[in-house]
């Protein structure tokens, strides 16, 4: 039985979360998978570097997109019909390789498009998240629902290294990524039965919390058309998120490609070892994404979105920067992967105050914009897969990876002149 007193807004969400969480456990398993199949499919890091970015290119390029088409026509038909798609290319991940597919060129190949496909039926969730979020929750209570979105996939990807690697060592790769396609379904059968596009349609809505959730729109950014969102692409504020999101990705990248291996080949860890101990950046990250996205809200709500957002983003990125310099260099493994976890965990950390910012910028229009955003965090992915594998064959992982440092403050200093307390001004035509 559903609990009344859990505001209809936030037991939609939890749907949300989930399929967040199904997002990063399906997305997640072939960088775990990727130890076993480098030497049975004989593909090399670098070949593996360039699959692994496959993903990142058709998930950055359809995140305007797939921003817009979640507004077009509407989250509920959105997520419904890319997760069919995820079912489907998780299959083939699995399957075509060595088995309908057995040249290195064809091996490769398949690899490439179906993750290039697969990026594409991703790309779309965290926008429509993000739009989902504007308009269910009252105006200023952005930061949480996104960054308790941000522990759904942080959970996710952390199940993923130690399942992962426990199915692959005793069943086999294929096995992982064909476990996962009746979870899927399943939970996005429960979005189609929950969900509905606009709060005053949904059954279990109140007055009362319909009402809440309505204060206070009229000072946001005015709806003058869906054909607005093609301005946002030259919007300061948006633009300069975008950047400052590239260079908080670009670390994020480090562990979402390279971390498993990077335990593995350069720490010296098993295969089963590393499973477990590559979840723990993502477990801090879980926690410090919900605790960043409170923390903006409550300093937004006291001193506006300017420094509310700013505050939690700065000290995130800074941390970040200083933890993954000396996980790097620490001459303790354990002690490496302990300062490495809070290194993604302050990360994670500013979640929250990247999509209200751009909640807080783009108002009705929230969908696309995150969706520029989103593509400038996600084009790090594109440089960080195929760049470290170079990097390292020249000056070493560790050097390689210590270029996250730098980008994490160069991201700090951005947020610097970022205003989320000047909302976009579309103009009708």
């Given at each position: ?56 290119w ?27 798609v ?22 490769i ?80 059968w429960?979005?189609?039965w929950?969900?509905?596009?606009e ?26 058309g ?9 919007d ?91 996980g ?23 979640e ?28 790090a ?19 390689a ?29």
């Amino acid at each position: 039985m559903i609990n009344p007193s859990i505001p209809t807004r936030w037991r939609l969400f939890s749907v949300l979360i989930l399929l967040s969480f199904l997002s990063y456990l399906m997305r997640q398993n072939i960088h775990v998978a990727g130890e076993l199949m480098m030497p049975e499919l004989g593909i090399s890091e670098l070949e593996m570097g360039w699959i692994y970015a496959a993903f990142i290119w058709g998930y950055a390029l359809f995140q305007l997109p797939g921003g817009v088409f979640g507004k077009l026509i509407g989250p509920r038909v959105a997520l419904t019909s890319i997760g069919l798609v995820w079912m489907i290319t998780t299959g083939l991940t699995g399957w075509l390789p060595g088995q309908v597919f057995s040249s290195g060129f064809g091996v490769i190949g398949s690899l490439m498009v179906i993750r290039f496909v697969m990026g594409i039926a991703h790309a779309p969730i965290y926008p429509i998240q993000g739009a989902v979020a504007e308009r269910w929750f009252p105006v200023g209570q952005w930061a949480l629902p996104n960054a308790v979105g941000s522990t759904g996939l942080t959970l996710g990807a952390a199940l993923a290294q130690p399942l992962i690697a426990i199915i692959m060592v005793y069943w086999g790769w294929r096995v992982s990524f064909y476990l996962f396609i009746p979870l899927g379904l399943a939970v996005f059968w429960l979005w189609w039965w929950y969900a509905t596009d606009e709060p005053s349609a949904h059954p279990a809505m109140s007055q009362n919390e319909l009402a809440e959730i309505e204060a206070g729109r009229e000072a946001l950014t005015p709806h003058v058309g869906s054909g607005a969102w093609t301005q946002l692409i030259r919007d300061r504020n948006t633009l300069m998120l975008a950047a400052a999101y590239f260079a908080e990705n670009f670390v994020f990248y480090l562990f979402f490609t390279w971390f498993f291996h990077y335990l593995v080949s350069e720490l010296g860890f098993s295969i089963l070892e590393t499973g477990f101990l590559a979840s723990l950046p993502w477990l801090c990250g879980a926690v410090m994404a919900s605790v960043g996205g409170y923390l903006c809200d409550t300093l937004c709500a006291k001193f506006g979105p300017r420094l509310g957002c700013r505050v939690p983003a700065i000290t995130g990125l800074v941390g970040a920067g200083i933890f993954l310099y000396l996980g790097l260099y620490s001459s303790s493994p354990y002690v490496a992967v302990a300062l490495l976890s809070l290194c993604f965990a302050s990360t994670q950390f500013t979640e929250g105050a990247y999509w209200s910012a751009q909640t807080y910028v783009a108002g009705p229009y929230t969908a696309p914009a995150c969706g520029v955003m989103n593509t400038g965090g996600n084009l790090a992915g594109i440089v960080v897969a195929p760049l470290m594998p170079f990097l390292a064959g020249h000056i070493g992982w560790v050097a390689a990876l210590s270029t996250g440092s730098i980008m994490a403050f160069v991201g700090a200093a951005l947020w610097l002149f970022i205003r989320p307390d000047e909302p976009f001004q579309p103009q009708s035509k």
